[in-house]
């Protein structure tokens, strides 16, 4: 087991570009999530799927963040355009189906945008 | 979503066990305890879970009170390596978890 594969693990950026940061979840698990993680505001859920469609979207910051999960192995996380405070750590976790299942995390992107 | 409490900060002997504590008096009936940990730039790693019964693995124990208003994590060893921020979760089954400031363990050699 792989775990959960996040890419790329770093990114620097300028503002105003687009950005998209990519996630693999653990094989056969149903629940994925995005998180983003900085100094002032801790970790943030951004949105969570499951069987691949959004059912809360309540923690995106705004219109300029988008997510997408395309098929059971594959999600996106889009910025654009994106800004000096979107700069922090963005964590995709995963959870099988199964009741109170803990959700496991990757090791994050780091993303900075100058 | 129940709200947890939990110390800013704790320093713990190298070798000696580590009690984290956590306050969730509004937890429901339908909601587990869920321990998480970070090491500093590293993702959110697992640690256990329990819904009414204590719990134990290779990890950690889970002490949950009957009223299950608090609960205690155990690290019944502590190594350097144990040097993490906490966070204590109530979670409804499947649902959100989300994140509060978290326990800040120290662990000194």
């Known amino acids: 087991d792989a775990g959960v594969i996040q890419s790329p693990r770093h990114e620097v950026t300028e503002m105003g570009q687009e950005v998209t940061l990519r996630c693999k979840p653990i094989s056969g698990h149903d629940y994925l999530f995005w998180y983003r993680q900085t100094m002032m505001r801790g970790l943030e859920l951004l949105i969570y799927f499951n069987n691949n469609v959004p059912i809360d979207d309540s923690g995106m910051p705004e219109d300029r963040f988008s997510a997408k999960m395309p098929n059971a192995s594959f999600s996106t996380l889009k910025i654009q355009p994106s800004e000096p405070r979107d700069s922090a750590v963005y964590f995709c976790?995963?959870?099988?189906?199964?009741?109170?299942?803990?959700?496991?995390f990757g090791n994050g992107t780091r993303l900075t945008v100058t | 979503d129940a709200k947890t409490t939990q110390p800013t900060s704790m320093d713990c002997a190298e070798g000696r066990a580590a009690n984290l504590p956590c306050n969730h008096s509004?937890?429901?009936?339908?909601?587990?305890v869920y321990w998480y940990r970070q090491i500093h730039s590293q993702g959110p790693q697992y640690i256990i879970h329990g819904l009414k019964n204590n719990e134990t693995n290779e990890m950690a124990s889970l002490i949950i009170t009957e009223d299950r208003k608090s609960s205690t994590l155990i690290l019944p060893h502590a190594t350097l390596r144990d040097t993490a921020v906490y966070y204590c979760i109530v979670r409804p089954n499947t649902g959100k978890l989300i994140f509060g400031q978290g326990t800040t363990l120290q662990v000194k050699p």
């Open positions: 509004t937890i429901s009936g339908n909601e587990y």
């Open positions: 976790a995963s959870s099988p189906r199964r009741d109170s299942s803990p959700l496991h």
